[in-house]
């Protein structure tokens, strides 16, 4: 399996809080990804960096931003939570330019109230 | 823009064999992925194609055809721990990410 982590695994928070939620992987791949998982909807792209420093936006990204400073650490920040944010936020890895085949950490349940 | 079809949920029986199809219009095309999620897990990559053709990997096999913007997932002498989410997803033309279908719930009968 490829070495990439989530933290916090579960979190609860009130809205109007920031949030930031975190991936760390081990495998110096080039390409992390950020989606949300929600019933009906599949996976949807959040934002994506393809280097450090260096992101782009997905097709979800309204009230979150993303930073890159190391290869090995891409995070996640809710500005200002709001309860249409409650969802399974998965990172993903990928070591290949056309981003075909992804390797995908344990997920964060996020919890707005 | 683009958008990709597959059914919700498919039902089959343990032993036998099952197809999940994928449809999919986008700007730009580079090649069809299939993940298999299991329920409170996270989605793991199963296979690829790029080209037209059937590409097999031990029981699950994957299809192309480009010219019909169409693929499915094939699962032979299913199991019951192939009860899982199968998402499809092709890469966006423009940059190096893809995009996921709604995913297809397959449950299996004993």
């Known amino acids: 399996d490829a070495g990439i982590t989530q933290s916090p695994r579960h979190k609860v928070t009130e809205t109007g809080t920031p949030v930031t939620l975190r991936c760390h992987q081990t495998?110096?791949?080039?390409?992390m990804y950020w989606y949300r998982q929600d019933p009906g909807h599949g996976l949807r792209l959040i934002h994506y960096?393809?280097?450090?420093?260096?992101?782009d936006k997905g097709e979800v990204s309204d009230g979150y931003s993303v930073s890159r400073s190391k290869t090995e650490d891409f995070l996640l920040t809710l500005e200002s939570a709001t309860s249409s944010q409650t969802s399974v936020y998965f990172c993903?890895?990928?070591?290949?330019?056309?981003?075909?085949?992804?390797?995908f950490g344990p997920g964060t349940r996020l919890t707005v109230t | 823009g683009q958008s990709l079809e597959q059914p919700s949920e498919v039902t089959a029986v343990e032993g036998a064999i099952v197809q999940i199809n994928c449809t999919y219009q986008?700007?730009?095309?580079?090649?069809l992925s299939w993940y298999q999620q299991h329920d409170g897990g996270a989605p793991t990559f199963l296979s690829y194609?790029?080209?037209?053709g059937l590409e097999e990997t031990g029981r699950f096999s994957s299809f192309l055809s480009r010219s019909d913007s169409y693929g499915y997932l094939l699962l032979q002498e299913l199991q019951m721990k192939d009860s899982a989410s199968y998402f499809c997803?092709?890469?966006?033309?423009?940059?190096?990410?893809?995009?996921f279908g709604s995913g297809t719930r397959l449950s299996i009968r004993p």
């Open positions: 986008t700007s730009g095309f580079y090649g």
């Open positions: 997803a092709v890469r966006n033309s423009s940059a190096s990410k893809i995009i």
């Open positions: 993903a890895i990928s070591d290949r330019t056309n981003a075909y085949e992804q390797y």
């Open positions: 495998e110096n791949h080039r390409y």
């Open positions: 960096s393809y280097g450090v420093k260096d992101t």
């Open positions: 194609n790029g080209l037209d």
